[in-house]
């Protein structure tokens, strides 16, 4: 049996019955194995108990020392256990306080888990702490229909496991297991998460000790050698996207830092989505210019460092002067003209129909007021455009310069080329990126089923990189399409 699949089998038997918090043995194992101190947060009766009985089953014979109310404090010469816990932890108990301090100066335990009801953000701070405790398990208030399910209808005592011995982890094997993570790389990709969160830590004042984040790279490296890498992938740094930071503020930086960083990985592999969506856009703008195209040029001015025509409507008895970029005509897309004040009139929509005749709708209060007038009344959201009720108002023409023009004849059948070429292009890269995006998938699918992978964190995840290969694909198809229908019709016209 190979170490992946004993750990498996373990986690298997570890999470049993432990529906919607198997992620929180996860980590809680793996930052015990790691030396981690752990703070296990929840409300009364949400199961910690339970939780920690599972975790310390996990060994074999571990010598354990647990505290109390009633055992609070730390007395005489303690030997060093494997595993110590302050159960009912309070913050306000000075002498359990002390005995933690205690307990993390002299190095009394691999591993040392605090156990208790208030929440970490305040508890940690009160008791001085905060610094100290690298990992915080939350464990959930509510529970989904299926843990309820499991909870109710379930057979067997969850309060007890049972791991067979050859599963169970011995004291010889920890100490050889730490020395081998050590080992482990850290992968550029992992480390570019990590330098996100690290980022967004220092953006938003949040201090992560030095010991804290050696500590959580440990943790990273072991999820890698226990699904048999000896080098870290993405899919280790999924936890770095919980709420293990203990304050609110510091999880909402740090899970801000962890999809910066998600981000930065998916554009190093991955297609700009947004951008190929951009680019779509631009071309469909061009083939539909090519494809409309009159062999007539018209009279324009340069207006805001581009080609614009320039119309003169009269609206409530006063002349107000429009520019319509050049680049429109012909479309069929709906805009904004700029303004005598060189700005968008959000108060005036254009659209040339695929024709040279520009239909111009204005808003119904300018309409009626004048656009000078309306100007100092409206608010800026009718500026911006989010309460404005169009109404028709002129079709006028662009003034031709000159009819048949050879010059632009000859620009339309250079178009026609240039288009058709743009086009192939933007099929042929888009094609590469979906074939990027299939990659990654298989690449990360192989990681399916490491025993330690957060199941939720690399379902959304994948889930994401197939709807990014959709739209990618989508995009494609709509792109072919798209240049058959050019070819079709410039085909015809010739």
């Not at 929180?24 to 194995?33: K, M």
Request: with cysteine; net charge neutral.
């Amino acid at each position: 049996m190979t170490l992946p699949e004993r750990i498996s089998q373990l986690m298997a038997i570890l999470t049993k019955g432990l529906t919607d918090r198997e992620s929180i043995v996860q980590l809680g194992l793996l930052s015990i194995i790691t030396e981690q101190p752990i703070y296990l947060y929840g409300r009364a009766g949400s199961g910690k108990k339970v939780i920690m009985e599972h975790l310390t089953g996990a060994f074999r014979a571990p010598s354990l020392q647990a505290f109390g109310h009633r055992n609070a404090a730390i007395s005489g010469k303690v030997e060093p256990k494997d595993i110590i816990t302050f159960n009912s932890f309070e913050s306000d108990n000075a002498e359990m306080v002390h005995s933690v301090q205690i307990a993390l100066e002299e190095h009394l335990a691999r591993a040392l888990i605090l156990i208790s009801r208030e929440r970490p953000d305040a508890a940690l701070s009160k008791a001085g702490l905060a610094d100290s405790i690298h990992i915080v398990l939350t464990v959930p208030e509510a529970l989904s229909q299926d843990a309820l399910e499991e909870l109710l209808r379930g057979q067997d005592d969850i309060t007890k496991i049972q791991v067979p011995q050859g599963l169970a982890i011995s004291k010889e094997e920890w100490a050889t297991w730490l020395q081998e993570i050590q080992k482990v790389k850290i992968s550029d990709d992992s480390f570019a998460i990590i330098a996100n969160v690290a980022l967004e830590s220092e953006k938003n004042c949040v201090y992560i000790s030095a010991r804290r984040w050696r500590g959580i790279a440990r943790i990273i490296k072991a999820e890698a050698f226990f699904s048999g890498r000896t080098e870290t992938d993405i899919t280790d740094t999924l936890f770095l996207g919980t709420d293990i930071w203990g304050k609110r503020a510091s999880n909402e930086a740090m899970i801000a830092g962890f999809q910066n960083g998600m981000n930065v990985y998916l554009k190093k592999y991955a297609p700009d989505v947004e951008a190929l969506e951009k680019q779509m856009r631009g071309l469909n703008r061009s083939v539909e210019r090519v494809m409309n195209a009159t062999p007539d040029t018209y009279r324009t001015v340069d207006f805001n460092g581009v080609p614009c025509i320039h119309y003169t409507i009269t609206v409530a008895g006063e002349a107000i002067g429009l520019y319509a970029p050049e680049s429109k005509l012909c479309t069929t897309e709906e805009f904004s003209p700029f303004n005598e004040l060189r700005k968008e009139e959000t108060r005036v929509r254009c659209n040339y129909m695929g024709s040279s005749i520009c239909r111009f709708s204005i808003d119904s209060k300018s309409k009626r007021m004048g656009m000078r007038a309306s100007t100092s009344i409206l608010s800026k959201e009718d500026m911006a455009g989010s309460d404005h009720t169009y109404e028709e108002f002129a079709k006028l023409p662009a003034e031709v310069l000159h009819a048949n023009d050879p010059e632009k004849i000859q620009k339309n059948r250079a178009d026609i080329g240039n288009v058709n070429q743009l086009l192939t292009n933007a099929i042929e890269m888009d094609s590469k990126a979906l074939l990027n995006l299939k990659n990654i998938y298989a690449v990360q699918k192989q990681h399916g089923q490491d025993p330690f992978l957060n199941k939720a964190l690399y379902s959304a995840f994948m889930e994401h990189i197939a709807t990014q290969f959709k739209k990618v694909n989508e995009i494609i198809q709509t792109l072919r399409a798209r240049q058959e229908e050019f070819l079709r019709k410039m085909t015809g016209r010739a």
